[in-house]
């Protein structure tokens, strides 16, 4: 395989999206399904570091990652080197049929990252919502219990299950019932909008998860599941203290501690896992997205006890660690080895920070700019009355989209924009991509303001 490079600045070479990207998402449409949506309709060609050129030859530059999976770069050559061997040597036995060596290494690397100075054992499957539902299935059998507390603004999955876990309802639940029962649902510490203000957050929201447990029986749960940074769900970042809180919680009632890892962690803010930042350490941790560089791959690491609980059998998949998935996280592992790309996401934080944070007093649009390392997001709303402004959040994507920006829009109001860079990202680049979404936020706010100034004229 030849690997493919891509020149790391930003080209506008037609409109975005292109002639040729219009026809084939013209094509698409007549043969795909209308269930799945589309950020920005442009087909790529090639990618590498943190730039996805477009069939029209357009270079974008890339703030979405593949939603936080390319983050060694979509043509790492570490990847390229292992996943090139092992796609020569054989593409699927089925690890539960007959063994490869790959599905050990992968597992020991993440028994010794992972948090927690315990013996551990790992499982590997596909994608994160079959780790989620895993992470469930071992903590059930191993606690003889069935209750999993989930939080407000979760993101788990789109399987049934994790869709009960999952807190949005459009368009993630839609349509989808019925769902699940014994997920039950606790607030979620998020500072920003706090009723009583960001300094209550934590204790307010641990009374509740006490209370709601106490109502339920403590001893009915199996497990509590929650992001250490949500992800889906606006790049919230609980307020300190929240997590080993509940960590706690957890202990004192038996019940299961599952760290959903799969946005957050493998370096994505600074720490090698988003719960290090408060020494948070998992029962059973769940890595997926950046786990294997593109290839899917997912997996629950945690604690013998637990892992070892569940029947011989009954944890499996037919693709479940597939030779090709597993090769690619071993490239994975090796592109994170000199501590580099971790390092990294410090300094993107920096620049972003330097450039983002001024506009939260320029902008009247802007309430909230945060995150942690490469994992950073920008809240758009009413300033007074934080009213979300989906609206606005969408324009500001819109805009940058057509100056060659990729930036996602999330949140449960759908009104925060979010970064997730590849840790490979160039200083200039990242600069130039932070300058046209400056540039577009400041515009739209200016456009925000006649707007409102008019209505108050005409009022
Ligand atoms: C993406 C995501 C999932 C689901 O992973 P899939 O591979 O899409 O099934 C679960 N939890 C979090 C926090 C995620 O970001």
């Given at each position: 395989?030849?690997?493919?490079?891509?020149?790391?600045?930003?080209?506008?070479?037609?409109?975005?999206?292109?002639?040729?990207?219009?026809e084939?998402?013209?094509?698409?449409?007549?043969?795909?399904t209308?269930?799945?949506g589309?950020t920005?309709?442009?087909?790529?060609?090639?990618?590498?570091?943190?730039?996805?050129?477009?069939?029209?030859?357009?270079?974008?530059?890339?703030?979405?990652?593949?939603?936080?999976?390319?983050?060694?770069?979509?043509?790492?050559?570490?990847?390229?080197?292992?996943v090139?061997?092992?796609?020569?040597r054989?593409?699927?036995?089925?690890f539960?049929?007959t063994?490869?060596?790959?599905?050990?290494?992968v597992?020991?690397?993440l028994?010794?990252?992972?948090?927690?100075?315990?013996?551990?054992?790992?499982?590997?499957f596909?994608?994160?919502?079959?780790?989620?539902?895993?992470?469930?299935?071992?903590?059930?059998?191993?606690?003889?219990?069935?209750?999993?507390?989930v939080?407000?603004?979760?993101?788990?999955?789109?399987?049934?299950?994790?869709?009960?876990?999952?807190?949005k309802e459009?368009?993630?639940?839609?349509?989808?019932?019925?769902?699940?029962?014994?997920?039950?649902?606790?607030?979620?510490?998020?500072?920003?909008r706090?009723?009583?203000?960001a300094?209550?957050?934590?204790?307010?929201?641990?009374?509740?998860?006490?209370?709601?447990?106490d109502?339920?029986?403590?001893?009915?749960?199996?497990?509590?599941?929650i992001?250490?940074?949500q992800?889906?769900?606006?790049?919230?970042?609980?307020s300190p203290g929240?997590?080993?809180?509940?960590?706690?919680?957890?202990?004192?009632?038996?019940i299961v501690?599952v760290?959903d890892?799969?946005?957050?962690?493998?370096?994505?803010?600074?720490?090698?896992?988003?719960s290090?930042?408060?020494?948070?350490?998992?029962?059973?941790?769940?890595?997926?997205?950046?786990l294997?560089g593109?290839?899917?791959?997912?997996?629950?690491?945690?604690?013998v006890e637990l892992?070892n609980?569940?029947h011989?059998?009954?944890?499996?998949?037919?693709?479940?660690?597939?030779?090709?998935?597993?090769?690619?996280?071993?490239?994975?592992?090796?592109?994170?080895?000199d501590?580099?790309?971790?390092a990294?996401a410090?300094?993107i934080?920096?620049?972003?920070r330097?450039?983002?944070?001024p506009l939260?007093?320029?902008?009247?649009?802007?309430?909230?700019?945060?995150?942690r390392?490469?994992?950073?997001?920008v809240?758009?709303?009413?300033?007074?009355?934080?009213?979300?402004?989906?609206?606005?959040?969408?324009?500001?994507?819109a805009?940058?989209?057509?100056?060659?920006?990729?930036?996602?829009?999330?949140?449960?109001?759908?009104?925060?924009?979010?970064?997730?860079p590849?840790l490979?990202?160039?200083?200039?680049?990242?600069r130039?991509?932070?300058?046209?979404?400056?540039d577009?936020?400041?515009?739209?706010?200016?456009?925000?303001r006649?707007?409102?100034?008019?209505?108050?004229?005409?009022?």
């Amino acid at each position: 395989m030849t690997p493919v490079s891509v020149p790391q600045s930003r080209l506008l070479a037609t409109a975005i999206p292109g002639p040729r990207s219009v026809e084939l998402h013209a094509e698409r449409l007549k043969h795909v399904t209308s269930g799945f949506g589309i950020t920005l309709p442009v087909f790529i060609d090639r990618a590498d570091g943190a730039i996805l050129q477009d069939v029209d030859g357009n270079r974008i530059i890339d703030f979405a990652s593949g939603i936080a999976v390319t983050s060694v770069g979509a043509s790492n050559p570490n990847v390229q080197a292992h996943v090139g061997d092992q796609l020569a040597r054989f593409t699927h036995t089925c690890f539960m049929v007959t063994e490869y060596d790959s599905f050990t290494a992968v597992c020991r690397w993440l028994n010794e990252h992972t948090p927690g100075e315990f013996e551990k054992r790992t499982a590997l499957f596909s994608t994160g919502a079959e780790a989620i539902e895993n992470a469930i299935k071992i903590a059930r059998s191993a606690t003889g219990r069935q209750k999993v507390l989930v939080f407000d603004d979760a993101y788990h999955g789109r399987s049934l299950l994790t869709m009960a876990m999952t807190a949005k309802e459009n368009p993630y639940k839609l349509n989808f019932g019925p769902f699940p029962t014994e997920v039950i649902r606790a607030p979620f510490a998020a500072p920003l909008r706090w009723p009583t203000g960001a300094e209550n957050a934590t204790a307010e929201a641990l009374a509740a998860v006490e209370r709601i447990l106490d109502a339920e029986g403590p001893e009915t749960f199996a497990a509590m599941v929650i992001e250490p940074i949500q992800g889906e769900g606006g790049f919230i970042v609980p307020s300190p203290g929240f997590l080993p809180g509940l960590r706690e919680i957890a202990t004192r009632h038996g019940i299961v501690f599952v760290l959903d890892e799969i946005q957050a962690g493998m370096g994505r803010t600074g720490l090698l896992f988003a719960s290090n930042h408060e020494q948070v350490v998992g029962d059973l941790t769940v890595t997926a997205k950046a786990l294997a560089g593109g290839l899917p791959l997912s997996a629950v690491t945690g604690r013998v006890e637990l892992m070892n609980a569940v029947h011989a059998g009954g944890l499996g998949g037919t693709y479940a660690g597939n030779p090709l998935a597993c090769a690619a996280a071993l490239g994975v592992f090796e592109a994170f080895e000199d501590g580099a790309l971790v390092a990294n996401a410090c300094w993107i934080e920096a620049v972003a920070r330097e450039m983002l944070d001024p506009l939260l007093s320029a902008a009247g649009i802007v309430v909230d700019v945060r995150g942690r390392g490469a994992m950073l997001a920008v809240e758009f709303a009413d300033r007074d009355t934080l009213a979300p402004r989906a609206e606005l959040a969408k324009e500001i994507a819109a805009r940058c989209h057509a100056q060659g920006l990729l930036v996602l829009v999330c949140g449960t109001y759908s009104n925060v924009i979010r970064l997730l860079p590849p840790l490979v990202i160039e200083e200039a680049l990242l600069r130039d991509g932070l300058t046209v979404l400056r540039d577009v936020v400041v515009q739209v706010d200016a456009a925000a303001r006649e707007t409102a100034t008019r209505e108050d004229v005409a009022a």
